[in-house]
T-cell receptor, first 114, second 109 residues
Framework: SQTIHQWPATLVQPVGSPLSLECTVEGTSNPNLYWYRQAAGRGLQLLFYSVGIGQISSEVPQNLSASRPQDRQFILSSKKLLLSDSGFYLC?????????????FGQGTRLTVV | QKEVEQNSGPLSVPEGAIASLNCTYSDRGSQSFFWYRQYSGKSPELIMFIYSNGDKEDGRFTAQLNKASQYVSLLIRDSQPSDSATYLCAVKGYSTLTFGKGTMLLVSP
């Protein structure tokens, strides 16, 4: 069966510090991978998605970046965090069948920038 | 800009009643439709998906899709207090999943 791991679960970082969140998927090959952010009281905002190694699409311009160094590894980074980067970050995967596939989420990382 | 709209609620129903959650979407090219349940502080959990017009039933849950009206709904029969959560509607086009902001459901004992 497929599983998705995301860490850390919680993170408190000062403004201006760097960020690295990691997500890995097991039990499947060539998944589509996604990073979402959910701010307090708001919906899920798609930040990045990837359909393959090194292939990253950005949905929202911001000070965040994403990388996919391996087939089942997806990393979200920032060089300098802003207060507005606080939120619940969720990694998700779906099968590489365009259209009719559901997405499954990791447990999420709650980031507080202070 | 692809949009998915949901009433934020809260929708309050008594235990044992039917809860009806609604969602509209803007992208006519959308191919698949999902309902996720999210408990406070937790990640979303998939509970239903539907691809074709009509109804799809799974236990106490029924998803309804009307592509002509660009409308998706979720019915929860015999609602339980444990169903109290935020329900997210999601719509998928070519490769990305767009979410609504969710409807909070409160089921009172």
């Amino acid at each position: 069966s497929q599983t998705i791991h995301q860490w850390p679960a919680t993170l408190v970082q000062p403004v201006g510090s760097p960020l690295s969140l990691e997500c890995t998927v097991e039990g499947t090959s060539n998944p589509n991978l996604y990073w979402y952010r959910q701010a307090a009281g708001r919906g899920l905002q798609l930040l990045f998605y990837s359909v393959g190694i090194g292939q990253i699409s950005s949905e929202v311009p911001q000070n965040l970046s994403a990388s996919r160094p391996q087939d089942r590894q997806f990393i979200l980074s920032s060089k300098k965090l802003l207060l507005s980067d606080s939120g619940f970050y969720l990694c998700a995967w779906s099968r590489p069948d365009r259209g009719r596939t559901e997405a499954f989420f990791g447990q999420g990382t709650r980031l507080t920038v202070v | 800009q692809k949009e998915v709209e949901q009433n934020s609620g809260p929708l309050s129903v008594p235990e044992g009643a039917i809860a009806s959650l609604n969602c509209t979407y803007s992208d006519r090219g959308s191919q698949s439709f999902f309902w996720y349940r999210q408990y406070s502080g937790k990640s979303p959990e998939l509970i239903m998906f539907i691809y074709s017009n009509g109804d799809k039933e799974d236990g106490r849950f029924t998803a309804q899709l009307n592509k002509a009206s660009q409308y998706v709904s979720l019915l929860i029969r015999d609602s339980q207090p444990s169903d109290s959560a935020t329900y997210l509607c999601a719509v998928k086009g070519y490769s990305t999943l767009t979410f609504g902001k969710g409807t909070m459901l409160l089921v009172s004992p």
